[in-house]
């Protein structure tokens, strides 16, 4: 995830800006250098995702072997864009993105709801999300129903390789540059967010409401230890004892549902 988030905000910068990388231009592009930005990451991210379907249901490599093979690859590439150094300077346009607001509230906190409220009514609404909670559950039994597991499993594979570029496009734009150390351990706090909001890490469970918590609780903690001025070390360490915590929570949960 923060690889993605972070080879699409960096590939979209470097199209961008051209060799201007830390000038300001705000007539780059007709004014329109968002849209360009913003195509770019979405198309990349959903390329990348395609790609890591494809890993794993064509070449049937583990989704952790993907999914890590994927990261080294990925944040790799942010680095060689550039060599590393960040790429600043864009227009107010672009930046509007990450720091406007719209009735007084902050645009990311508007994609975010419009985002929930897609993903809740894809879940809870359609075939596709019914397909989806049943392959998390059971792949075979799924198969077996006359599910299409593998077309379902390249599909979630997209979206979320979409959403990873549409978060790069997002925080690059608060950011004001788009970085080759974006998006570090975002993985960890992505898994403890949805753990957190009651989803099984074993399949066939999860609600995009608890998720949301969930997310919220992880800014809420992030935040507090960064005001309290606490190591962004120790940072990674309790992100770490959360997870185990909280999938210890969900084994002993099923085990105590499964004795009665």
């Given at each position: ?255 105590r549902r499964g004795a009665l």
């Open positions: 995830m923060g690889s993605i988030l972070a080879v699409c905000a960096m590939t979209a910068a470097y199209v961008i800006k051209g060799d201007n990388f830390t000038t300001v231009d705000p007539n780059a592009w007709g004014g329109m250098s968002w849209l360009i930005g913003l195509g770019i990451c979405l198309a990349m991210g959903t390329a990348i995702g395609f790609l890591h379907g494809l890993g794993v249901t064509r070449l049937r490599l583990p989704p952790f072997i993907v999914t890590l093979g994927g990261m080294t690859i990925w944040r790799g590439l942010t680095l060689v864009i550039n060599d590393g150094a960040p790429i600043a300077g864009f227009d107010p346009g672009y930046r509007w993105w990450g720091r406007g607001e719209l009735l007084g509230i902050s645009i990311p906190i508007w994609i975010f709801a419009i985002v929930a409220v897609g993903g809740y009514l894809a879940l809870h609404k359609t075939r596709w999300g019914r397909f989806v909670y049943a392959i998390g559950g059971n792949p075979e039994a799924a198969r077996l129903a006359g599910v299409n597991v593998k077309r379902v499993l390249v599909s979630v594979y997209v979206l979320i390789g979409c959403l990873a570029g549409l978060a790069g496009f997002i925080l690059s734009a608060r950011l004001g540059s788009a970085e080759a150390v974006a998006g570090i351990s975002f993985e960890l706090r992505v898994i403890a967010s949805v753990v957190i909001g009651g989803t099984s890490l074993m399949g066939g469970y999860g609600r995009i409401g608890g998720t949301i918590i969930g997310s919220i609780i992880m800014g809420i903690l992030i935040n507090g230890l960064v005001l309290m001025n606490v190591s962004a070390y120790y940072q990674q360490i309790i992100t770490g004892l959360i997870i185990v915590l909280a999938v210890a929570f969900d084994t002993y949960a099923k085990s």
